[in-house]
């Protein structure tokens, strides 16, 4: 992926060196924790090793899939908003009265101060959006519901284009560069009760 409005190719060929760390640091902690269990049991003296091991794995699995869907709602040529009347505006508006006003929120948490994360969730219960603030990768994820938009806020995600301090151009060009139709493909239609709900 290049070619992103306000994002540079710089940017995004470093965010994807960092992406490729994330996996291979998720491989890493699987294959050290498989050792542990070869013999089919974890040892008392082995258990403070292999609960700092696994303690790890929140950090690193959020990290490698969150920046999947991340790189995955950007595209060149994207639309802003999206269309009038399009499923997801249908879905904002029946969640937060307007669009504009989920559009408000989903901004706000991603000025929040702190390294993290700003998410649109949708929940598979009843259809519901709601937007949320990931400290880290892992910590805010809500359980079982579905990462609709996914925006990163970490510094190294637009350092190198804007100042600290200027994270709102950083949004703001984010947010032009949203490929609506994957965002839509992750929303779940049938909006029908899953068991456990
Ligand atoms: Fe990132």
Redesign the pocket.
């Given at each position: 992926m290049n070619g992103l409005k306000g994002i540079s190719d710089q940017t995004l060929e470093m965010?994807f060196k960092?992406?490729e760390g994330y996996v291979n640091e998720t491989n890493k902690l699987n294959e050290k924790i498989y050792e542990f269990l070869a013999d089919g049991k974890v040892d008392q003296e082995e258990m403070p090793a292999y609960s700092e091991l696994t303690r790890r794995m929140g950090f690193e699995y959020n990290?490698m899939v969150?920046?999947e869907y991340?790189f995955g709602n950007l595209t060149q040529g994207g639309a802003g908003d999206p269309s009038a009347g399009s499923p997801f505006g249908k879905a904002a508006e029946e969640s937060f009265g307007s669009y504009y006003v989920w559009k408000a929120d989903f901004i706000g948490v991603g000025r929040m101060r702190g390294v993290g994360w700003a998410i649109c969730y949708q929940n598979p219960a009843n259809g519901r959006l709601s937007n949320h603030w990931i400290t880290l990768h892992e910590v805010g994820n809500v359980s079982g519901f579905i990462p609709v938009l996914v925006m990163?806020v970490?510094e190294?995600?637009y350092l190198l284009d804007y100042k600290p301090a200027e994270r709102q151009k950083y949004i703001e060009a984010f947010y032009s560069n949203i490929d609506w139709n994957v965002v839509q493909r992750r929303l779940r239609q049938d909006q029908q009760a899953v068991p456990g709900v």
């Open positions: 965010h960092l992406y990290g969150l920046h991340y990163d970490w190294h995600a």
